[in-house]
């Protein structure tokens, strides 16, 4: 059964910092794309980024361009996404999600990460 489970959200100050993780079981992580996804309260979802499976590449969504930064460990069969200079409209759901057959075919439950002051 493919699990993913999110973690490392919480409550942080505009500009502060937080690391999401997300385990992976049930299939081999390190043959597969992997993505972060998020869906602000009372919003749709807007996909983040995307690293490929060796991580020889990414991509990301302008809205978080040259502030979050996501990377894979396949040894770990963990997928991170490190957020700086967080604003409050990161606020946000977070779901890490498997990548297969052009879209997103399993999801975490996600973790919650709220911007506030």
């Known amino acids: 059964e493919v699990q993913l489970v999110e973690s490392g959200g919480g409550l942080v100050q505009p500009g502060g910092s937080l690391r999401l993780s997300c385990a992976a079981s049930g299939f081999t992580f390190s043959s597969y794309t992997m993505t972060w996804v998020r869906q602000a309260p009372g919003k749709g979802l807007e996909w983040v980024s995307a690293?490929?499976?060796?991580?020889?590449?990414?991509t990301y969504a302008d809205s978080v361009k040259g502030r979050f930064t996501i990377s894979r460990d396949n040894a770990k069969n963990t997928l991170y996404l490190q957020l700086n200079s967080l604003k409050p409209e990161d606020t946000a759901v977070y779901y890490c999600t498997k990548w297969a057959n052009g879209a997103s075919n399993a999801w975490g439950q996600g973790t919650l990460v709220t911007v506030t002051s």
């Open positions: 690293i490929n499976r060796d991580s020889g590449a990414s």
